[in-house]
């Protein structure tokens, strides 16, 4: 994937980007379980990809649940609330959705370099 510091920073802010929009788009798509091996290369996208969720997830709640929920004395349920509810569905939109269509994109913008 990306080879040089411009190629992931750009990486990095699509990714970002697309995750973004997941909140807004991704209430209602099928939650699949995939198992892949440890030497398999998709094992290490999947693994990358639950990590950017593990890291997002809750950050992204708390700002919705502060921002959209007005939990006043009761912030940090509110906000394990909305992370739990968030985490499954952030999941699938990460690994089947914005992961394959960032990397798509993004061997696109970038395939002489690439090569």
Same mark, same amino acid.
């Given at each position: 994937? $990306?080879?040089?510091?411009?190629?992931? /920073?750009?990486?990095?802010? +699509? +990714?970002?980007?697309?995750? *973004? %929009?997941? !909140?807004?788009?991704?209430?209602?798509?099928? *939650? @699949?379980?995939?198992?892949?091996?440890? !030497?398999? =290369?998709? *094992?290490?996208?999947?693994?990358?990809?639950?990590?950017?969720?593990? &890291? +997002?997830? $809750?950050? +992204?709640?708390?700002?919705?649940? &502060? &921002?959209?929920?007005? =939990?006043?004395?009761?912030?940090?349920? %509110?906000?394990?609330?909305?992370?739990?509810?968030? *985490? =499954?569905?952030?999941?699938?939109?990460?690994?089947? /959705?914005?992961? $394959?269509? %960032? @990397?798509?994109?993004?061997?696109? %913008?970038?395939?002489?370099?690439?090569?």
């Amino acid at each position: 994937m $990306p080879k040089t510091k411009f190629q992931n /920073f750009i990486f990095t802010v +699509m +990714m970002a980007l697309e995750l *973004f %929009v997941y !909140d807004r788009l991704s209430k209602k798509l099928a *939650f @699949r379980f995939v198992t892949p091996g440890k !030497d398999s =290369p998709i *094992f290490v996208i999947l693994s990358v990809s639950s990590m950017i969720v593990c &890291l +997002m997830c $809750p950050s +992204m709640s708390l700002a919705a649940a &502060l &921002l959209f929920k007005h =939990p006043g004395s009761e912030a940090a349920a %509110v906000w394990l609330q909305t992370t739990v509810m968030n *985490f =499954p569905m952030a999941l699938c939109w990460q690994i089947f /959705f914005c992961g $394959p269509f %960032v @990397r798509l994109v993004f061997r696109r %913008v970038f395939r002489k370099q690439l090569k």
